[in-house]
């Protein structure tokens, strides 16, 4: 029988660097009081590390190893959901674009914009509504077709 500290053990390596967790940690939100008690919270480290390795190697949730120590795969799932609507990841783009760009690591002429990412200049104009073309439509090619002949002798 496995004791419930090998169930807990951390992974050999973990896919969330001192580094990484240094930029991370101050853009997440602070835990939310738990006035009726319940379950202890899931490190936000553990968590992140979860995150990584479902999005890295394409599993389940659900089939995250509880022995990564990462919680249950919708514990993960959950944080990640939060985080975002907190807009975490929007953050975290912009401070690594930042760091990118003071260390002159971007390469701009791989740069692409599109309309969904950039509003236009003085909101742009509307386009032109489309004409609906129903009163105008083809006549049926059944309509066109001739009265099939009968095989059968008339009465």
Do not use: N
């Not at 993960?76 to 260390?103: I, K, N, P, S």
């Amino acid at each position: 029988m496995q004791s419930k500290q090998s169930k807990q053990s951390k992974p050999s390596k973990p896919s969330v660097s001192d580094a990484l967790w240094a930029v991370v940690e101050p853009l997440l939100p602070p835990e939310r009081p738990k006035p009726k008690g319940g379950h202890p919270r899931v490190p936000d480290r553990a968590c992140l590390t979860g995150i990584i390795f479902v999005l890295k190697s394409g599993i389940p949730w659900e089939m995250l190893p509880q022995e990564m120590g990462c919680g249950s795969g919708m514990t993960c799932w959950r944080r990640l959901r939060d985080w975002h609507e907190a807009g975490v990841w929007y953050a975290l783009h912009q401070v690594l674009l930042d760091t990118l760009g003071a260390a002159d690591q971007l390469d701009w002429s791989r740069a692409a914009l599109d309309s969904s990412s950039v509003p236009a200049k003085k909101g742009g104009t509307t386009p032109a509504r489309i004409r609906r073309i129903a009163a105008r439509r083809a006549r049926s090619i059944i309509s066109l077709q001739r009265p099939t002949m009968s095989r059968s002798p008339r009465s």
